[in-house]
């Protein structure tokens, strides 16, 4: 089963489905944060368009 997350409009955190490694890169290509787990912190990303490798797939999120 693909892992989700939630919520695409992030406010200061993502949660996984299910723990897993993952990345989270920036519209430029920069990796801003890398690990693994169920929660990722993103209270420090300013406002803007970002990405979250997981799962061998990438998905498209916001940050408010």
Request: net charge positive; charged share 15%.
């Given at each position: 089963e693909p892992i989700s997350f939630f919520p695409?409009?992030?406010i200061d955190r993502i949660?996984?489905?299910?723990?897993s490694d993952?990345?989270?890169v920036d519209?430029?290509?920069?990796e801003i944060v890398k690990?693994?787990?169920i929660e990722?912190?993103?209270e420090q990303?300013?406002?803007?368009?970002?990405?979250?490798?997981?799962d061998k797939r990438e998905?498209?999120?916001?940050k408010k």
């Open positions: 695409a409009l992030v949660t996984l489905s299910r723990a993952y990345a989270v519209s430029y290509g920069n690990g693994s787990g990722i912190e993103l990303l300013k406002a803007g368009l970002y990405f979250l490798y997981v998905e498209k999120f916001v």
